[in-house]
């Protein structure tokens, strides 16, 4: 049984391009998160919504759009992909905001070319 | 400086040797301390929290020194199944006093264990 699950798990396309990425936990989670972990191994928080609502949005371009259709959903979308958006995102969720313990997704390595 | 600093590695170590991992973090106001566990191409999942008087979880042994701003992992007895990348992790309070779940993460130190 898969807790958090994305897809796809890899993700080659050429630059320019607009691509999503679906994310889904069956955890009963409360709140989800984006990381993008660059090539240097780097973990970096991108947003964050908690029962739907948007909670953190780190200095990302507007280029990345997140939506939460309802709280056991959290889907990426990339407008006018760059190279330098290639890196491995993964999907999290916890409890609630204040919970400690995050799962992660498998993650997406998505390279643009 | 970066946020959360960890010991730059690798650490190559035989099987049945004991190592130690650093970590030090630049806010003072953090909240919660973890140690995070990736395999190579996988999800990062939590080994352990970090508690204020030190934890121990089998052969896993976590330290926090609040003072310093310093944590650290210590392995015993190291088996060839611990070779993964060991992820310091910090939960910061934001300016509201409430950190709304950001965990920001070292960037790793890897560990290859052989036998």
């Known amino acids: 049984d898969t807790a958090v699950s994305q897809t796809p798990k890899y993700l080659v396309t050429q630059m320019g391009n607009d691509k999503s990425i679906k994310c889904e936990q069956n955890?009963?989670?409360?709140?989800m998160y984006w990381y993008k972990q660059d090539s240097k191994k780097f973990l970096k928080i991108m947003f964050s919504y908690n029962n739907k609502e948007l909670i953190i949005n780190e200095t990302v371009p507007n280029r990345f759009s997140p939506k939460s259709p309802d709280k056991a959903h959290l889907n990426l979308h990339i407008n006018s992909l760059e190279l330098g958006d290639s890196a491995v995102y993964f999907c999290?969720?916890?409890?609630?905001?204040?919970?400690?313990?995050?799962?992660f997704g498998p993650g997406t390595r998505l390279t643009v070319l | 400086r970066k946020e959360v600093e960890q010991d730059p590695g690798p650490f190559n170590v035989p099987e049945g040797a004991t190592v130690a991992f650093n970590c030090t973090y630049s806010n003072s106001a953090s909240q919660s301390f973890f140690w995070y566990r990736q395999d190579c191409r996988k999800e990062p999942k939590l080994l352990m929290s970090?508690?204020?008087s030190g934890n121990e979880d089998g052969r896993f042994t976590a330290q926090l020194n609040r003072a310093s701003q310093y944590i650290s992992l210590l392995i015993r007895d190291s088996k060839l199944s611990d070779s993964a990348t060991y992820l310091c992790v910090v939960k910061p309070f934001n300016a509201g006093g409430t950190s709304y779940g950001k965990l920001t993460f070292g960037q790793g130190t890897i560990l290859t264990v052989h036998p």
């Open positions: 955890l009963g989670h409360d709140t």
């Open positions: 970090v508690y204020s």
């Open positions: 999290a969720s916890s409890p609630g905001t204040k919970a400690d313990t995050q799962y």
